[in-house]
């Protein structure tokens, strides 16, 4: 079988990768193997900075599962109900729907051969054993191995503890870590008694590697003789190694600078990866001036106190887990931690702002992918604003300015979770909350429960109207109307929406939101058969999104305009303005845009005299459905073309060969379907332009499948 890797970061979530050699170990990689041939769960158990977490990356590198390997990293998770949510991100699972994360879970792997890695668990244990034993229990053909310093203890686990490096493979570590660092070192007795005395943890043997710079192997040995005489009398019978590796780490903190001790406790704040610009801001002042931030980081670094790493989002730092432990200590001693915690959550407050700003320009795929690698510590600010009471309103305005990340980056399940929260609260801050609301309420439309939209958006009106917000008015306007588009009500929808546009114009509102609010009302327009006005509202909603660099509402109104070209009988135009809104859509991770074009391009390609192949992408969007919610809403407007498609392939095929194509559609996972939508040529992109002419049909075969809105507005005052 061939063999898989997945997964992001370097290999134990902890390490940079070039310190991610991986010396010795063979027999336990050997061991490991055999552990996840014989049982469906194995946890790799040991002291923090054993190897847990490698160990288990080069036993999954190596492991053969049909559907790959997917590895979830908890360490940055502070809340057991997101574990599910991680394990969804980790499989690459966008669900809509407003089921639970586990419900969608057990549907996505319920046919897959998979190994899933789940890779510092220990404050969640009781969450993850809970998942793991219902997962096993339903999901017949996954495997799962789990990397902690203690078992789940879920029936069936076999439990493989891991062991320090043996003196050699110690030595051999030792040796490497310090030629990183440029300083040649011999297998010696100094050397041999240091990594005893470091009981052959890695992760101890690497802090005191990065001290080569400044100190020689006899002087690192010296000091750490002192220490450990200090603080366990003096024997070394008995040691727990645990007390060992916290020992070394603390050692090493004594041989950093005021500044360096400083920066570390100050880091510990972050959850994940972070940025300089992060570090700069939230550690800088009160004795570190922030132009020396950078100096002093550089040095951390240079110890293996944090780790380098290149992601999509550009270069970020992480700290190791069981040193950012240790800093946390230090910081809530200094009673510094909650200002620092201030610091940090305005930071990505700050960031957030910016980053829904931003999302109308040329910057959106940089803005989704700076949102993907900061969603710990947005988390994180979060939690914090729901903990403190003061800060209600601050919550309220952070859930709701990720508007985008929750519709627009396949997060609508957890937007949820946040925004059911900080609408609770009693915040005392009008226009905090009514953005909070109106974005529940589009969530809810999304997912669709239009019997909890409609209280939300409701309720923000009312709010609204009561407290003079125009802006909250015309948002929650809006989104009522989109509520209406998707449940047929086409004149309600339609006088909604333009008297939403209206109040947008008169308080001049521009950004992705308005423009989702053209591209519906011409859907309403198209619907009730003015096929041609809705192509005008939209090249104009296409030509302004161009102008702006946005892509994301544009791909809404390039599908409606695709409907309008096959209508207008040009197939070729048709698949080349599908071809570009999937491609958009597909890397939004937007799965409502991507079960749409690919439901219009089987409409297209049945046109081109490809029944068959049709057939096969109707299966696939069977399949993305259920992760959406109900097929093409339950709607006679939306569900027409899918129903003449379904016609004409069965016509052409018969019932058998039809019901054959989809199946193998539904066989096909969300990667391969977009890939197969896609594999026909797109030919070169039309330009804009006003279709001459439009075929005449009835209302129930050429209404266009145009798509309710899944865009919103980026402010609420």
């Known amino acids: 079988m061939r063999q898989h890797q997945h997964g992001g970061g370097s290999a134990d979530g902890n390490l940079p990768e070039e310190l991610d050699a991986f010396v010795g170990r063979s027999a336990e990689l050997a061991g490991l193997a055999r552990a996840l041939d014989a049982a469906r769960l194995v946890t790799v158990t040991g002291a923090g900075g054993v190897g847990k977490s490698r160990l288990a990356a080069r036993a999954a590198a190596r492991y053969a599962a049909r559907d790959g390997v997917r590895r979830v990293e908890l360490a940055p998770v502070r809340d057991p109900e997101f574990v ?4 969804a991100e980790a499989l690459g699972l966008t669900d809509h729907t407003a089921r639970p994360p586990r419900e969608a879970l057990l549907a996505h792997l319920a046919e897959r051969q998979l190994l899933l890695v789940l890779d510092g668990f220990e404050h969640l244990v009781d969450a993850c054993a809970e998942l793991v034993g219902e997962l096993l229990r339903t999901v017949p053909r996954l495997r799962v191995l789990a990397a902690g310093r203690r078992a789940l203890g879920v029936a069936g686990e076999r439990v493989f503890p891991l062991a320090p490096l043996d003196e050699d493979e110690a030595v051999e570590l030792f040796t490497e870590r310090a030629a990183l660092h440029a300083v040649p070192v011999t297998d010696d007795r100094d050397v041999r008694a240091l990594c005893r005395r470091l009981d052959g943890i890695p992760l101890a043997i690497e802090l005191a590697a990065g001290r080569l710079r400044a100190l020689s192997t006899g002087q690192l040995l010296e000091r750490l003789e002192d220490r450990f005489r200090l603080l366990t009398g003096g024997g070394r019978d008995g040691l727990p190694r645990h007390r060992t590796l916290r020992l070394a780490i603390g050692w090493s903190h004594e041989l950093c600078t005021p500044r360096e001790r400083l920066l570390w406790a100050r880091l510990s704040v972050f959850a994940g990866r972070f940025d300089l610009e992060a570090v700069e801001y939230v550690c800088g002042g009160h004795g570190l001036d922030a132009d020396d931030v950078l100096d002093v980081l550089t ?99 952070l859930a709701g300015s990720l508007w985008f990340c929750w519709v627009g980056c396949g997060r609508l399940a957890e937007g949820r979770h946040w925004l059911e929260q900080v609408v609770d609260l009693d915040s005392g801050h009008d226009r905090s909350r009514l953005k909070a609301l109106w974005v529940l309420g589009y969530v809810a439309i999304l997912q669709g429960d239009s019997v909890a939209a409609l209280a939300a958006l409701r309720e923000c009106r009312e709010e609204a109207e009561r407290c003079g917000d125009p802006t909250a008015v015309a948002y929650a306007e809006h989104r009522t109307g989109c509520l209406a588009l998707v449940t047929d009500d086409m004149p309600r929808a339609e006088r909604l929406l333009r008297s939403a546009l209206e109040r947008y114009e008169e308080i001049g509102e521009l950004n992705s939101n308005v423009l989702m609010g053209r591209v519906e009302l011409a859907m309403t327009r198209a619907f009730q058969g003015d096929l041609p006005g809705a192509v005008r509202m939209c090249e104009d909603v296409r030509r302004i999104c161009e102008d702006h660099g946005e892509r994301w509402a544009r791909g809404y109104a390039l599908y409606v305009l695709a409907y309008a070209a096959w209508a207008d009988g040009d197939p070729a135009r048709a698949r080349a303005l599908l071809g570009d809104c999937l491609t958009g859509a597909h890397a939004f991770r937007d799965l409502l845009g991507s079960v749409l074009a690919v439901e219009l391009l089987a409409l297209v390609t049945v046109v081109e005299g490809d029944a068959a192949e049709a057939a096969v992408l109707q299966g696939a969007a069977a399949r993305m459905w259920p992760s959406v919610g109900l097929p093409l809403f339950g709607s006679a407007h939306f569900d027409a073309p899918h129903r003449l498609c379904e016609a004409t392939a069965r016509q052409r095929l018969g019932d058998e060969r039809y019901e054959e194509c989809v199946r193998e559609g539904a066989r096909l996972v969300r990667e391969a379907a977009v890939s197969r939508a896609l594999a026909r040529p797109l030919g070169a992109m039309p330009s804009p332009r006003e279709p001459a002419r439009y075929a005449t049909a009835s209302a129930q075969t050429h209404e266009p499948a145009a798509s309710r809105t899944r865009k919103g507005g980026e402010t609420a005052g």
């Open 84 to 87: 599910d949510h991680s394990v």
């Open 299 to 397: 040095e951390l670094l240079a110890q293996s106190v944090i780790a380098r790493e290149e992601t999509p989002a550009g270069l970020r730092y992480r700290m190791l887990d069981t040193v950012r432990e240790y800093g946390a200590d230090w910081l809530a001693a200094t009673g510094d931690a909650a200002r620092l915690r201030r610091r940090h959550r305005d930071w990505y407050l700050g960031l957030a702002t910016w980053c829904e700003l931003d999302w109308f320009s040329p910057r959106q795929a940089e803005v989704a992918a700076r949102v993907e690698a900061e969603l710990p510590n947005l988390r994180c600010a979060l939690e914090h604003c729901l903990t403190e009471p003061e800060e209600a309103h601050l919550g309220q305005y």
